[in-house]
Each structure stands twice: as structure tokens, then as C-alpha cells.
């Protein structure tokens, strides 16, 4: 059995590096192609999250995603060489990307479906919902393992994880969330996702967006891939805080069936540090967006807004 200073070293975990697919995405002009690979990437999501802390609105808005001053906070931590990248294709920590895959794809969906929140935030919480999973995964992925394969998990999945690491994911989430500067309306979510709605909402939460990615952690429990996050919850109460009915979880679900998500587990995750040319091409894309300024940006902006789609 694993110490409980695993989850210490989690909760203490610098920050989640993002993969060189990612790096290159933010590199480059915003498409629907780069949007793709920065989406599905949970450590490039928190780098631009980090950029979006003083916004109080549960919306990803993509002017912000190309400032340069996201790629510059990535240079200052290449500089340091601190934090943990992850490979998600390792056989012990892949459930855990394929749950926060699944979880992201049925919250787009639902928040498409239901038209009360912004799909991308909805997408973005949805991926990170498992954040204290993430956590532990960097810095000792057999913890992971070890923990979901304990047979007492099924039943009591929090005090499996507390065994093993000392904490369980929802206190490791809610001190990330604070650390690593996440916006409040993303980490009042995703630190808070086991409780009901109202005393989630009580303590800051967006009733939409909570409601959205609580209902796809179901869905995704549902499905057979359960992390132990937000056990208490039920269908009914939240079909009736979204406003839906069984007949709209199933064209979720059709949705979600019809979704092709074969094309996130093609690339071949590598580590951004090995990339010895890295902070060249950043220099360069921090110095062409500084000259370019809002006109480019504002260009980026309209061609991002024609794929909201999932």
C-alpha cells in the first residue's frame, strides 16, 4: 500500500506540463485543427486557464487563447524546468484520459443540447473534472493504478483513494485549484463536483455549468468508466436543474456514440522539454503576435467561433 504522501506530493505538484502537440497548436494560427489538440490536452488547457483567472464568466474566449502572454508564462516555466509532463497513453494512467475524454465530449454535448451554458467551458470543465486523478498520475502513475485496481474501489472509491494517497481527488482538485490560479468558475466545479447543486452552488458554483458536467460524470459512471467522482448525484434531480428530459440524454448520447474519438488517441504524446527548439519558436510566435496585435487577433477570433461544434 502507497504512503499517504502521494497525495501531498499531488496537491504540492508545480504544474501539469502540456504535450508538444500542444505547444506547437499555441504556436501557431488558431484553427479548428489546433483547437482539437489543445482541447484534449489537460496541461494545455490549465496554461491557458491560468491566463483567464481574473474572469468571472464560464466562457472560453479565444482572443484570449491566442495572447501572448500565455506562451510567455510557458517560456518562464521551460526556463525553470519544474512541474510533470504525462504521457496519457501509459497503460495504467490511460482510463483515467479516456473517463476525462468522455466526461468532456457529454458535457459539449449537453450544454449544446440544452443551450444554458457556453459548450467550450462546458467542455474545458468537463476534461478537467478529474483533476486530482491528473494529479497523482504525475507524480506516481502506479498510484493510479494500484488504487483502481483495489477491489474495495467499487464500493467505497473515496476511502480507497485516501488509503492509497492520503487524500482523495476532490481535496487534491480543490488545493490545485488554488494554487495554480484556475478561474473560480472552473475550480468551483471541479473541486466541488461531489456535492449537491445547491451547496455547490452556495459556494460559488455556476448552476449551469455544474449541473452540465455533473450530469456527464453520470452519464460517463454510467457507461462503465467510473473515477468515484460525484457518487450522491442523481438523474432526476439534474434533468430537472437542466431542464431536460430522457429524451434529450438520448440524443446526447447518440451524439456522443456518432463522435469520433479515435483521432484523440492517435498522436504520439512526447515530452515539450525534449524539444531543444522550443523556446526559439516561442520567442518568435510571443514577438509576431506582440507586433500584430488586435487585427490578427480579432481575425483568429471569427474563425475559431465557426466551429463550436464538437
Known amino acids: 500500500m502507497y504512503l499517504p504522501a502521494v497525495g501531498e506530493r499531488a496537491v504540492h505538484l508545480p504544474w501539469l506540463w502540456p504535450d508538444a502537440h500542444s505547444f506547437d497548436a499555441l504556436t501557431q494560427s488558431l484553427s479548428s485543427t489546433s483547437w482539437n489538440s489543445l482541447r484534449r490536452d489537460p496541461g494545455a488547457l490549465l ?30 516555466w521551460n526556463q525553470e524546468d519544474r512541474g510533470c509532463w504525462v504521457d496519457w497513453r501509459r497503460p495504467g494512467i490511460f482510463p483515467i484520459y479516456e473517463a476525462a475524454l468522455e466526461i468532456a465530449y457529454r458535457a459539449g454535448f449537453l450544454a449544446r443540447r440544452s443551450g444554458d451554458c457556453d459548450e467550450r467551458a462546458a ?17 506516481d502513475p502506479n498510484a493510479v493504478a494500484v488504487c483502481r485496481s483495489d477491489r474495495a474501489f ?3 472509491p473515496v476511502g480507497t483513494q485516501i488509503a492509497y494517497w492520503g487524500l482523495d481527488h476532490s481535496a487534491i482538485a480543490r488545493r490545485l485549484v488554488h494554487r495554480w490560479q484556475i478561474p473560480e468558475w472552473v475550480g468551483t466545479v471541479i473541486g466541488n463536483i461531489e456535492l449537491p447543486g445547491a451547496e455547490a452552488t452556495s459556494l460559488g458554483a455556476d ?20 473515477l468515484g467522482i460525484a457518487q450522491q448525484i442523481t438523474e432526476s434531480e439534474l434533468l430537472w436543474q437542466l431542464g431536460i428530459d430522457g429524451e434529450d440524454l438520448a440524443a446526447v448520447e447518440d451524439l456522443y ?18 524539444m531543444t527548439e522550443l523556446p526559439s519558436v516561442m520567442r518568435t510566435a510571443i514577438e509576431q ?6 487585427p490578427l487577433l480579432e481575425i483568429l477570433e471569427r474563425d475559431l467561433d465557426r466551429f463550436q461544434s464538437i
Open 47 to 76: 496554461l491557458i486557464l491560468r491566463h483567464f483567472s481574473a474572469f468571472l464568466s464560464p466562457t472560453i474566449v479565444s482572443e484570449r487563447i491566442l495572447d501572448p502572454r500565455i506562451l510567455e508564462l510557458a517560456l518562464h
Open 123 to 139: 467542455w474545458t470543465t468537463g476534461l478537467l473534472a478529474p483533476l486530482g486523478w491528473f494529479a497523482v498520475a504525475a507524480v
Open 154 to 156: 467499487a464500493s467505497d
Open 207 to 226: 448552476p449551469a455549468l455544474f449541473a452540465t458536467v455533473q450530469m456527464a460524470v453520470l452519464l460517463t459512471q454510467k457507461s462503465g468508466q467510473s
Open 257 to 274: 456514440q456518432a463522435a469520433d474519438l479515435s483521432e484523440a488517441f492517435e498522436p504520439e504524446w512526447r515530452d515539450p522539454r525534449e
Open 289 to 294: 503576435r506582440r507586433a500584430n496585435g488586435a
